[in-house]
């Protein structure tokens, strides 16, 4: 009788979550976790506070960076104070970015997802614009289904 568990040959992938909502649950919006599992992966929650990434890695195969909220923008050496700057979360930017640095120095396969890219650039040295409508035109990108209606 073979006893390997049947998920040996699929491939364990980390998936980042913002910091507690409201109920202070650790959530991923399911269309991640829909799309690894339909490409074939497991995904494996990570919530922020964490505080070895390493060992987290150790543990998977690739690793998600997930949208969310703004990276405060101190982060990359900008006032933190910008009026439209929405949903920092100071631990969350913590663990990510220890996350994504150890991810990268290990040469772990990484995807960012909005603000996991935007993560993904500081961590490498690069800049953000705190607010882009600020230097450029309003720019939508939220996914219309995503929108409640108004009433």
Partial sequence: MNRTPSFVNRPLIG???PSRNG??????PGRY?????????IPVLFPPGE?????LLAAVDGLVLTGGGDLCPSTYGEDPQHPQVRHVSAERDRFEMALAAAALAQGIPVLGIC???QLLNV???GKLIPHVPDVYDELD????????PVR
Wanted: glycine share 14%.
């Fill in 33 to 41: 976790v829909d799309a690894l599992r339909a490409a074939g992966g």
């Fill in 123 to 125: 961590v490498s040295g």
């Fill in 15 to 17: 998936v980042t979550t």
């Fill in 51 to 55: 505080s070895e990434p390493q060992a």
């Fill in 115 to 117: 603000r996991g890219m």
């Fill in 141 to 148: 990108h939220f996914n219309p289904a995503d929108r409640k």
């Fill in 23 to 28: 109920q202070g649950d650790f959530v991923a």
